[in-house]
């Protein structure tokens, strides 16, 4: 009988016996050797825009291949890539089996300059990695790959000699944060940055800060600025996914407040996760001057607006940046792209979870189906307007086997919708503005979000902007203050709370009816974009601009819901960004929702 072998891939050093595996759930023991259970295979294969990965200062505005297999050597709450590593097996039958050959064919077709492995642990798939990265390299294409970081030495020795680039994610400066990812210790990911500092690799770092954690944050920064000062810390803002707790979410103002305080122990501090925050640019060192000006790109991500030649400052510095500066960025279509791919992915399981096909429960022919490169992008447009989305909800049936369910749901939210629409119909239209995170970005003309505005009986001025972002864009105060809306909605998704908008708004000189009357309303996670909760958002948006003809009872309306597809009898509040997982059961007050509540049920049973 064959003993247990070591994995010597990744410092938790599994144990793993014959035809068993480690806690990755990607590596298996035969005969005496630990080898990959899915060589040479991979779930998504898309190019991108290495802002999206994320790197900043190395070639900006690049475009990669960007390579992705399903698994990770941590298990952190409120993983953004939760549903790519939640369940292998399920996610597994979706992998395709590609040689190193074929993936760097794919990456010169699409005209990429580099290859890079992220949005999934890339230690969890290092034999195939390191056969891609030959590969790679021999043809000429730069490497890269967005990792925790938690190699053992030997296996980052076997990397190294083909990485041009690498972000590390950082989960705090101690022990302590590692552990609440499953890890023993923080040790082994600063010992592997110095040593790619020490070989030559272009290292940036992110760290991800969650509320109260800011001397984990700013002790992460401290280690970096020993191993080089010239290493970008990117701040994540902590988003709650999965199970994870909102309470966990910092603002964006009390992130911005942190990273100014880890300006004066790193030059080059970044804060991600903020639509509109100032943090994304590059600001000189020397004296103040923007060199690089950044605008938020999704989750994850972000997108190069304008960079000064040769990352040389006006003053005469110069930016400590690798490869050339492309004249053009590369625009990803639909939700491809960076970690956009793993909101798809959610929207999808937020419409199996209402039928009653979440989980394990969806056919093992449902997510080979789902997970392509064509079923993504054309998703994104598919989500844009209501009837859109009935449309989903009746093609993820089909493929489930779930179409009486999908019938069911449809009815149920159209129903909603046309009493809605009766309701306002022939009524003044209130100017509304919608934007997410900060009062200066704006979310796309086209936009679902818009669509229930317009839905519930208001005129979306957001219709008035032609550039468009993922989600949106950034807007200019003269922009803001020509919009004069009456109403201002604050996206669930990235959000912020309404005194600081407000606050934000007096700071900076934004002026607008809504601002001056304090009409500025938050809305809950998950109740305007991606999941079917968006029926119970658009009730609420109904009510806050019509109130002498909607006051619709949003509690009655909510346990209404949750019971019939999450199989709750309790009405909760929303205590995630998570799109796909039922909300947790929770103390309902009046003031988790603002706006007009009334006692009207909707007489439609």
């Known amino acids: 009988m064959t003993d247990s072998q070591q994995c010597r891939i990744c410092e938790q050093g599994c144990r793993i016996p014959p035809g068993g595996t480690g806690i990755c759930r990607m590596y298996t023991q035969e005969d005496g050797t630990i080898r990959e259970r899915y060589p040479d295979s991979y779930l998504t294969i898309m190019p991108v825009s290495i802002e999206t990965v994320p790197i900043l200062h190395h070639s900006p505005r690049a475009k990669v291949l960007q390579v992705s297999s399903t698994g990770c050597t941590f298990s952190c709450p409120g993983c953004v890539s939760g549903v790519l590593i939640g369940d292998i097996e399920r996610i597994a039958v979706a992998l395709k089996r590609l040689p190193p050959e074929a993936v760097v064919a794919r990456a010169n077709q699409e005209g990429c300059s580099g290859i890079v492995f992220c949005l999934n642990e890339p230690a969890v798939s290092l034999p195939s990695f390191l056969r891609l990265a030959r590969a790679a390299s021999d043809a000429g294409l730069s490497v890269g790959c967005s990792t925790n970081g938690y190699f053992t030495k030997e296996a980052l020795d076997q990397l190294i000699p083909y990485l041009d680039f690498i972000n590390f994610g950082l989960k705090g400066s101690s022990d302590q944060p590692y552990h609440m990812c499953g890890a023993a210790h923080a040790a082994p990911v600063y010992r592997n940055i110095a040593a790619c500092v020490r070989n030559g690799v272009h290292v940036e770092a992110s760290v991800m800060y969650l509320k109260g954690s800011e001397e984990e944050v700013a002790g992460a920064a401290r280690h970096l600025s020993k191993i080089s000062p010239e290493i970008p810390l990117q701040v994540m803002r902590f988003v709650p996914f999965g199970d994870a707790d909102l309470r966990q979410e910092p603002t964006i103002l009390e992130s911005e407040s942190l990273c100014d305080r880890l300006k004066q122990t790193l030059p080059y501090i970044y804060l991600f996760n903020s639509p509109g925050t100032r943090c994304l640019n590059t600001v000189c060192p020397s004296c103040g001057g923007i060199v690089f000006t950044r605008e938020f790109y999704g ?242 948006i109904a009510n806050l601009l019509h109130p002498d003809r909607c006051s619709f009872d949003l509690d009655y309306e909510r346990t209404e819901f949750y019971r019939r597809f999450y199989g709750s009898d309790a009405g909760s509040a929303d205590q995630n960004r998570s799109f796909s997982n039922p909300p947790r059961p929770a103390t309902v007050t009046k003031d988790t929702i603002s706006g007009p509540q009334g006692r009207q049920n909707i007489p439609l049973r």
């Open 299 to 540: 989750p994850m991500g972000a997108r190069t607006v304008q960079a000064l030649p040769e990352a040389r400052c006006t003053c005469g510095f110069t930016i400590p940046v690798k490869g050339a500066i492309s004249a053009t960025g590369f625009e990803e279509p639909g939700m491809l792209g960076g970690y956009r791919v793993t909101r798809a992915l959610e929207m999808v399981e937020a419409i199996l979870v209402c039928l009653g096909a979440g989980g394990k429960a969806a056919p093992p022919a449902f997510w080979p189906s789902v997970v392509s490169g064509e079923f993504i992008k054309d998703l994104h447009d598919r989500i844009q307007t209501i009837d859109g989305y009935f449309g989903l909800v009746r093609d993820i049936g089909a493929r489930c086997g779930k179409m009486p369910e999908a019938e069911g749901l449809v009815g149920y939210l159209s129903e909603r919708v046309d009493l809605v629409r009766s309701r306002t119909s022939g009524a003044p239209k209130p100017r509304v503005y919608y934007s997410m995170g900060t009062p200066l970005f704006a979310l796309n003309a086209g936009r679902f979000e818009i669509a229930l505005v317009e839905t519930a009986g208001g005129e979306a001025v957001n219709r008035t902007i032609s550039r468009k972002g993922k989600p949106g864009v950034n807007i200019s105060k003269e922009e803001f203050n020509a919009f004069s809306p009456s109403v201002i909605f604050i996206s669930g998704f990235l959000s912020a709370p309404a005194e600081d908008y407000l606050r934000t708004c007096r700071s900076q000189g934004l002026s607008a009816r809504a601002v001056d009357k304090g009409a500025v309303y938050t809305m809950p996670p998950g109740w305007d974009f991606g999941s079917p909760r968006w029926v119970l958002g658009l009730m609420k």
